[in-house]
């Protein structure tokens, strides 16, 4: 078909169909606009809700730990806690004597006596005196505490050994001293024995 409309007025028509077009882009624009706002408003004014409940929420919450009182509690939960490591800590260095000379009496060779035991300042360690009847026995007493199978002590190192002629005791010249470390899991220690975890 021959268009026979003048070209003033075929260029007004296309011009016509790209205005109402444009306004059709216009018209959706604006609405796309009308509900982002919309949304925008509606997002800003729920954060304001939430914030506001929240607030009061920790403001609760925190007067009712100040009703608590939860500052003397936790004071007091750390002063019970330091007294219990401290009766802890005293426990286990507590030795039962009785039980450990009991065990000792068992590992002692022939002609060796015992003299004393001495608390030595090292921690877990204790200092035995003997008077042996010969160098071999004082030695022999040693190696008997050091044996692992004897479960008396973790380590027992020979200190001293002395032997005279000049003795007043003729039947034991020598003497011995050893030091000795108790294990972590000593039987004899009053925080490992069964009367300790009861």
Not at 123 to 128: N, Q, S, V
Not at 147 to 172: E, M, R
């Amino acid at each position: 078909m021959i268009n026979l409309l003048p070209h003033a007025t075929r260029e007004s028509y296309r011009y016509a169909r790209r205005n109402r077009l444009l306004a059709r882009w216009i018209v959706a624009l604006a609405l796309a606009l009308v509900v982002l706002g919309a949304i925008t408003a509606y997002g800003t004014l729920s954060l304001d809700h939430q914030v506001n409940d929240l607030s009061g929420q920790v403001a609760s919450s925190q007067q009712a730990l100040k009703r608590d009182n939860l500052q003397a509690t936790e004071a007091q939960v750390k002063d019970i806690s330091n007294s219990f490591n401290l009766v802890v800590k005293v426990l286990g260095r507590e030795v039962l004597f009785s039980k450990l000379l009991q065990q000792i009496s068992t590992v002692v060779p022939n002609g060796v006596n015992l003299t004393g035991l001495d608390i030595n300042q090292a921690d877990g360690a204790i200092d035995i005196n003997a008077k042996a009847s010969s160098y071999t026995a004082a030695t022999q007493l040693q190696a008997n505490l050091n044996d692992p199978d004897n479960q008396i002590f973790a380590k027992a190192d020979l200190i001293n050994v002395g032997c005279s002629g000049s003795s007043s005791d003729s039947t034991h010249p020598c003497t011995v001293t050893i030091r000795a470390l108790f294990g972590s899991d000593n039987p004899f220690l009053f925080i490992n024995s069964k009367g300790g975890t009861q």
